[in-house]
């Protein structure tokens, strides 16, 4: 189908490529794309020739060795990477992976961006260039200005910054009007306190980067476990039989994960991969540790390749159940663990009538995997003693996120696999500090005790009314309901949906303030005025006037532990987090503190003195967070006791409503390629599954390929469709180069964030309201762009 062929609304079809907000997207640029087949096998030696690379490029040999040689140690600097915990006893030397290795040569880079490179790009000029080269300008040195009407940002002093932010907050006309993001590198003692200012200043719109990947996980969990966290330890995976790794990729998100994974598959546990790509994390792994096996095969990693259709999932895992269920009626009291679903869970005898009531056809046309293979896998999960199930935002940004995961927890329910060592069920999440912002309270909507504990410890009434999360705080900007947008981190218009719109949204702000290591393209997209202000990283030293700093964060699995940097900072003119936030709350409450905030930054021992009054399961956390490897925070389902209402788990009912595609339409995916960590680029090769040189690209079935009459890097448009409110809307995305893939048929991926402007803001997951970037209906006609031909090697697999 062509542009002139929709008939309806056409949001976008008539925008140029680059959309309506210059510079909103990075340029496009497809010419030097090189696909290659894909790789065999993850990590080895060119994950060590990489990781070496890249430190003596950013960081330097000197400078990179200090850092890497305290990464992830007990006392050292915390990888702001993903949230993999490390172990709880015994570390090596080297306690990471190469894309941990990549995360800190960004941040200990000796490249600096100084007021100097601001006088010579105009923001307009830094718009037209890549989110590549943006990100590769080096560490931001001097709080930095762009006043209303300049082209230029201007430096400006940390009062004068301050007394700008305070001026424009204190003149809103309800603090509603603000909106304050965190991202998930923000440390738990920042958290606390950015939370706890913008309580007081009179608001709760805390949106956080949570909001767009496991909120879908924390929402289905509290409800049916009680707990809105994963329930294992890693030590459980030494015991587990199976481990299901669903809607997730290890090998370039949680690379060690694989390390884990490969110790479980050496005593011969079984790992089904659930996903519609058959990614090489998954498939054979050489542990960059192991000298010797870093010339052999690899190990394998997946025992079974599950190749569901995107947003098939809850299909599959239907099917799972109504096996297991089915097989139990054969062979009674054999299959199901009865005394613990009678005794720990409700619920189950609607589930089971409810299942027997959905059809086989439509588990094996919806999931897209055979009815065959549905038996085989459940027959490895019933004979299995120890089940964990793990998940990443290959689920959480379905539209039925949410019944997807409690339908994994059926499963769990029904064979006992949760609350005993070995099992239980994993959310891995993809940020450092992600899990531990949301403990220190910054969600928009707290429960009702946390925010009783601040008005009974700091004599201030917290706002009730609960605040926007990160869709309805885009919305609210566009709208024009929200004029200030600050962020704690991040990079928020490249991590957010609909590209254009987000763009619009933010530049309506009469100003907007990033709190950032390094340039991005959230500061091109600007308010009225805007701010960057620089902040000390993970890996920075922090020294207050009581002495060197360590700040705490929370990993995937609940353990609380320090971090403390120890490089020179680039520039003395940097502040902490903490710091940052302790300033801003006295520029702007003024006589109404009812903190004494520059007491507090003195020392943050008195940061965690509060956290500990106010969080729970964090009591007496200055002496257990020094504790080695910190201290895990209460996790009642882990124990086999769930604090529902009940006071049981829940077996949960769903219904699959599955995605209706037209003739020529496709089921869209958002990825990461391996040189990205979230919207951080680090390079422009995804070496694990061939393309190289560029990042434009659509993976897609060499069948499809074939039928639609393409070939091999031919360029195409992509247009979205999305029906609201009655009328359909449509997007596009101009230029993508084809990439014949191993991927279900009518399921194709494309990299973000380049494809994030296809994703519609009102395309949410049903009651988490996370956008759904794993599931965008699109179709394609051949681009009128001439470039010059990708270069294709002959070998990769094309139909
Ligand atoms: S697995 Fe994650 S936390 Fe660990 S080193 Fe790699 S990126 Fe960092």
Same mark, same amino acid.
């Given at each position: 189908m062509g542009k002139a062929d929709h008939p309806s609304l056409a949001i976008g079809t008539d925008r140029q490529s680059n959309g309506n907000i210059a510079g909103a997207q990075p340029p496009i640029e497809t010419d030097s794309i090189q696909i290659t087949p894909p790789a065999r096998v993850a990590a080895g030696l060119k994950s060590v020739l990489k990781a070496t690379e890249v430190t003596l490029k950013e960081p330097g040999l000197v400078r990179g060795v200090a850092a890497l040689a305290r990464l992830n140690q007990f006392d050292g600097i915390d990888c702001p990477g993903c949230a993999w915990p490390d172990p709880?006893?015994?570390?090596?030397?080297?306690?990471?992976?190469?894309?941990?290795?990549?995360?800190?040569?960004?941040?200990?880079?000796?490249?600096?961006?100084?007021?100097?490179?601001?006088?010579?790009?105009? /923001?307009?000029?830094?718009?037209? !260039?890549?989110?590549?080269?943006?990100?590769?300008?080096?560490? &931001?040195?001097?709080?930095?200005?762009?006043?209303e009407s300049r082209d230029h940002y201007e430096p400006i002093s940390w009062d004068d910054a301050f007394t700008m932010i305070a001026g424009e907050l204190n003149s809103l006309s309800s603090p509603n009007q603000a909106i304050f993001y965190t991202s998930g590198r923000t440390s738990?003692?920042?958290?606390? &306190?950015?939370?706890?200012?913008?309580?007081q200043f009179g608001t709760n719109n805390l949106p956080d980067c949570s909001n767009m990947c496991h909120e879908s996980s924390g929402l289905a969990l509290k409800e049916v476990i009680g707990v809105g966290k994963g329930t294992v330890k890693l030590e459980d995976f030494d015991l587990a039989d199976t481990i299901l790794i669903i809607g997730q990729n290890p090998g370039t998100n949680h690379p060690r994960m694989l390390a884990t994974l490969?110790?479980? @598959?050496?005593?011969?546990?079984?790992?089904? @991969?659930?996903?519609?790509? @058959?990614?090489?994390?998954?498939?054979?792994?050489?542990?960059?540790?192991?000298? &010797?096996?870093?010339?052999g095969a690899g190990t394998k990693i997946a025992t079974h390749f599950v190749q569901v259709r995107l947003s098939g999932d809850l299909a599959f895992f239907q099917g799972l159940c109504k096996e297991l269920l089915e097989e139990e009626a054969r062979r009674p009291g054999e299959v199901i663990h009865h005394d613990f679903v009678q005794q720990k869970t409700t619920g189950f005898e609607e589930y089971r009538a409810a299942l027997a009531g959905v059809s086989w056809d439509d588990i094996v046309e919806?999931?897209?995997?055979?009815?065959?293979?549905?038996?085989?896998?459940?027959?490895?999960?019933?004979?299995?003693?120890?089940?964990?199930?793990?998940?990443?935002?290959?689920?959480?940004?379905?539209?039925? #996120?949410?019944?997807?995961?409690?339908?994994?927890?059926?499963?769990?329910?029904?064979?006992?696999?949760?609350?005993?060592?070995?099992? $239980?069920?994993?959310?891995v999440r993809g940020h450092s500090n992600v899990q531990g912002d949301r403990t220190m309270g910054i969600w928009e909507r707290m429960p009702g005790s946390f925010l009783d504990k601040l008005r009974d410890v700091f004599g201030f009434e917290p706002p009730r009314k609960h605040g926007w999360d990160v869709v309805d705080s885009i919305k609210a900007m566009h709208r024009g309901d929200a004029k200030i947008f600050f962020a704690m981190g991040g990079n928020f218009l490249s991590a957010t949906p609909d590209t254009e719109f987000t763009a619009e949204a933010l530049s309506r702000c009469e100003l907007t303030v990033h709190v950032s290591t390094k340039l991005n393209r959230a500061h091109v997209i600007s308010g009225r005025q805007a701010l960057i202000l620089p902040c000390l $990283?993970?890996?920075?030293?922090?020294?207050?006037?009581?002495?060197? !700093?360590?700040?705490? /964060?929370?990993?995937s699995m609940g353990v609380v532990h320090m971090s403390r940097g120890s490089l020179d900072p680039p520039s003395d003119q940097l502040l902490s987090e903490p710091a940052i936030v302790a300033r801003l709350a006295v520029a702007t409450l003024g006589d109404h503190a009812r903190v004494q905030w520059m007491h507090l930054v003195e020392d943050y021992d008195r940061i965690r003195d509060l956290i500990a009054q106010i969080v729970p399961g964090c009591e *007496?956390?200055?002496?257990?967070?020094?504790?080695?490897g910190g201290f895990y925070l209460p996790n009642a389902a882990r124990d086999n006791d769930f604090k529902t209402r009940s006071g049981k788990a829940h077996f949960t009912v769903s219904v699959m409503e599955p995605i209706p595609l037209g003739p020529g339409q496709f089921l869209l995916t958002t990825l990461r390629t391996h040189d990205q960590y979230n919207t951080t680029i680090y390079g422009l090769d995804d070496r694990y599954r061939g393309v190289f040189h560029g990042r434009r690209v659509v993976l897609i079935n060499p069948e499809d390929v074939r039928e639609h009459g393409w070939k091999a890097g031919d360029?195409? *448009?992509?247009?979205?469709?999305?029906?609201?409110?009655?009328?359909?809307?449509?997007?596009?995305?101009?230029?993508?180069?084809?990439?014949?893939?191993?991927?279900?048929?009518?399921?194709?991926?494309?990299?973000?964030?380049? #494809?994030?402007v296809l994703v519609p803001i009102g395309s949410v997951a049903l009651r988490s309201n996370t956008p759904t970037s794993k599931a965008v209906v699109v179709s394609f006609c051949l681009s009128n762009a001439n470039d010059a031909a990708a270069r294709v090697d002959e070998s990769h697999v094309v139909g």
């Open positions: 709880d006893h015994e570390r090596s030397l080297n306690e990471y992976c190469e894309n941990g290795v990549k995360a800190i040569a960004e941040e200990a880079t000796a490249k600096r961006c100084t007021p100097d490179f601001f006088r010579s790009w105009s /923001v307009a000029e830094l718009a037209a !260039q890549s989110d590549y080269w943006l990100g590769h300008q080096g560490r &931001l040195t001097a709080p930095m200005v762009l006043r738990n003692e920042a958290a606390f &306190l950015y939370q706890l200012f913008v309580r490969q110790k479980a @598959a050496r005593r011969g546990a079984a790992i089904v @991969a659930v996903n519609p790509l @058959a990614e090489v994390g998954l498939t054979r792994f050489k542990h960059p540790k192991d000298v &010797l096996g870093l010339f919806q999931s897209g995997i055979p009815r065959e293979q549905i038996r085989q896998i459940a027959k490895v999960v019933m004979r299995s003693k120890n089940v964990i199930a793990c998940w990443a935002m290959g689920l959480t940004q379905q539209r039925q #996120a949410v019944a997807t995961i409690q339908e994994i927890v059926n499963l769990a329910l029904l064979g006992g696999h949760i609350g005993r060592p070995g099992n $239980g069920v994993c959310p $990283g993970r890996t920075d030293r922090d020294r207050q006037t009581s002495g060197g !700093q360590f700040v705490s /964060v929370e990993n *007496d956390m200055n002496r257990r967070v020094r504790q080695r360029r195409l *448009d992509i247009t979205s469709h999305f029906w609201n409110e009655g009328r359909e809307e449509l997007r596009t995305a101009e230029r993508f180069v084809v990439v014949p893939y191993e991927i279900p048929r009518r399921c194709v991926a494309t990299y973000f964030p380049e #494809a994030n």
